[in-house]
């Protein structure tokens, strides 16, 4: 597969904080990337980085092998980047259209763009599986429906690269599997997907590849299928894991 998105030794501080260290970061074109690491391993910082909203004090970032600035969301999204954050940025007594055509320009006046608006995305939920009322405000709707709202969105922008941050963390155990469902079909469809997340069972059961950030750093990246939980918590926490199964075999004495 062809590099969509190259990160070359970047870094990041805060006030007495190095929160990104020589970090670097090969992302290909239709994989399911997962960025994992512990709370506070620098994993956001780092994707805030590449979606404009930090400029790192070092570093370079390349999009299809061209060298690129990212000073602003304005210019990740041009690129083709986009970002669903934690906490979903959606206005909650506004429409799902509303949401979806905010920050949109307008050449018709707004009424005649809701209807082409309206148009272009059905086709596009239609091809993505990815339903949502277009006119139920966000405050009536599921978190797992304001999460496919906020896919939609970075969608309708022609993302090809789509990082979620904590994508799971608010989700049902069903919602989570109809996720992964959309995660999968969205790659099949050719886009490259970044996970940040924490949670090891998540990496092995959907991502492809994975990349192992600790104290600020990249342990390692490594593909999927050529590791285990057991491995991955080792790297995440910087000393040998030993599972609760494995500590029930351990012989008192």
Request: proline share 2%.
């Amino acid at each position: 597969m062809d590099t969509l998105l190259e990160l070359k030794a970047m870094y990041k501080y805060f006030p007495g904080v190095c929160a990104n260290k020589d970090v670097n970061l090969n992302v290909k074109k239709g994989e399911i990337h997962a960025l994992l690491g512990e709370n506070g391993a620098g994993k956001t910082t780092l994707m805030n980085c590449v979606y404009g909203l930090y400029t790192p004090e070092k570093g370079e970032i390349f999009w299809k092998n061209h060298k690129v600035s990212i000073n602003s969301i304005k210019d990740a999204i041009n690129l083709g980047i986009g970002m669903v954050h934690q906490h979903f940025m959606l206005v909650e007594n506004m429409t799902v259209l509303e949401n979806i055509m905010l920050g949109l320009p307008s050449r018709r006046g707004i009424f005649l763009d809701k209807d082409n608006i309206s148009n272009k995305l059905a086709i596009l939920m239609d091809k993505y599986g990815l339903h949502v009322d277009l006119q139920s405000e966000i405050w009536q709707l599921s978190v797992g429906t304001q999460q496919k709202v906020e896919i939609i969105k970075v969608l309708y922008r022609q993302a090809e690269l789509i990082i979620l941050d904590e994508p799971t963390a608010v989700l049902t155990p069903d919602e989570v599997e109809t996720f992964f469902t959309t995660l999968r079909l969205l790659k099949e469809q050719g886009h490259s997907i970044i996970i940040i997340t924490h949670k090891l069972e998540e990496v092995t059961k959907i991502a492809d590849t994975v990349s192992v950030l600790r104290g600020g750093e990249k342990i390692k990246t490594i593909a999927c299928s050529d590791t285990d939980e057991n491995t991955l918590a080792s790297m995440m926490i910087g000393r040998e894991f030993i599972s609760n199964n494995q500590r029930a075999k351990v012989p008192y004495g």
